[in-house]
């Protein structure tokens, strides 16, 4: 079965330090990993997906299947990025495209 | 441009009363729809899934059910609230066999 897993409840770092946010899967095949954000009073939205390769507002995220991990890192924090993340977990085929699978959110604060 | 609608934003409801919230999406068709509930510490949980007119999936059994009555239209309703059905409630769509999901505002539903 599929599960994503978020260790950390709550984040807290100091500005410019580096961020890294965990997440953690499983799954029995070839998932595509994302990762959203949620901003105060603000929507859920996407921050970045593996497939993409990108960067987006200086946040990174790798895919490593050995150890089954899509962790969330940024070299130097901002305070803007205080918000809500959330790993999530689909699949590629069957009855799990297109449906996805979250881990339970990090609350990333970035103190002054 | 494609935008999805919740409404209401907030609900205050006593227990035992009905429940009927809405979302639309604007700008596409036959889009995936999606209910999901976030809790605090919880995260979001999948309460139900569409991928056409009349056709629901449920995640979890629960005092909840959901209906789509037009292509872009998605509604959760429950005959009797219970104290356990507050909490936050997105809306999500996404273009089908595409795993990217764009969400709703959300409703805050409230019973006491």
């Known amino acids: 079965a599929q599960r994503v897993t978020q260790p950390e409840k709550l984040l807290s770092v100091f500005k410019g330090a580096p961020v890294e946010l965990k997440c953690n899967y499983s799954?029995?095949?070839?998932?595509?990993l994302f990762w959203y954000v949620q901003y105060s009073r603000q929507r859920l939205q996407l921050l970045l997906r593996?497939?993409s390769r990108e960067s987006i507002k200086g946040f990174t995220a790798d895919l490593n299947k050995g150890e089954t991990s899509f962790h969330l890192k940024k070299p130097f924090a901002q305070e803007e990025d205080s918000a809500m993340y959330y790993c999530?977990?689909?699949?590629?085929?069957?009855?799990?495209?297109?449906?996805?699978?979250f881990g339970r959110g990090t609350q990333l604060t970035v103190w002054p | 441009s494609q935008t999805i609608h919740q409404w209401p934003a907030t609900l205050v409801q006593p227990v035992g009363s009905p429940l009927s919230l809405e979302c639309t999406v604007e700008?596409?068709?036959?889009?995936?729809l999606y209910w999901y509930r976030q809790a605090a510490g919880r995260g979001l949980q999948l309460l139900f899934y569409?991928?056409?007119?009349?056709?629901i999936s449920s995640e979890v059994p629960q005092n909840l059910s959901a209906s789509r009555p037009q292509d872009r239209q998605f509604i959760l309703s429950s005959k009797k609230l219970l104290l356990s059905d507050s909490g936050f409630y997105l809306c999500?769509?996404?273009?089908?066999?595409?795993?990217?999901?764009?969400f709703g505002p959300g409703t805050r539903l409230t019973v006491l």
């Open positions: 999500a769509w996404s273009a089908a066999l595409v795993n990217e999901q764009f």
């Open positions: 799954y029995s095949g070839s998932p595509e």
């Open positions: 593996h497939i």
């Open positions: 999530a977990l689909s699949g590629r085929r069957g009855s799990t495209l297109g449906r996805l699978y």
């Open positions: 700008g596409t068709s036959n889009p995936n």
């Open positions: 569409s991928v056409g007119i009349g056709q």
